[in-house]
């Protein structure tokens, strides 16, 4: 279990430093062939965290409001996964996932950190984002 924590500390660490700056801005990490994030995002809103700090905890903030969901049925609100998809949605396939520029995807493959979020919910925004029939909340 603490291997497992560890390796998600280093996953962040290191999306961390690729999207501060610290690592070059070319097709690829120096020295890699692992290819550097790409993607857009939707800068005409706000976040709900400055990026350095969802760089670092957005996993947690999912947890939380997971958690909220599914113990206080309490749906919506700034930290779900609905709103993040909704700005994060590849402007070209508008999934956060399964395209080269789709922005969770991108990260994830980069930090290598298993993405699995989108093996129970759906990968796009609005109206497609549906779960067995019943609209997103």
Not at 18 to 46: C, K, N, Q, Y
Not at 75 to 92: M, P, V
Request: aromatic share 4%.
């Amino acid at each position: 279990m603490a291997n497992r924590a560890s390796r998600g500390r280093l996953a962040a660490m290191l999306a961390a430093l690729a999207f501060s700056g610290v690592l070059p801005g070319a097709a690829h990490a120096e020295g890699t062939r692992v290819p550097l994030p790409s993607f857009s995002v939707d800068r005409s809103t706000t976040c709900v965290a400055p990026p350095d700090v969802m760089r670092r905890t957005h996993m947690e903030m999912l947890k939380h409001r997971r958690d909220k969901t599914v113990h206080q049925g309490i749906r919506g609100g700034d930290e779900s996964l609905n709103r993040c998809i909704s700005c994060h949605a590849s402007k070209t396939s508008g999934a956060a996932i399964g395209a080269p520029d789709a922005f969770c995807q991108s990260c994830h493959d980069y930090a290598g950190v298993k993405l699995d979020c989108f093996e129970c919910h759906q990968g796009r925004p609005g109206a497609q984002a549906r779960l067995g029939g019943e609209a997103p909340r």
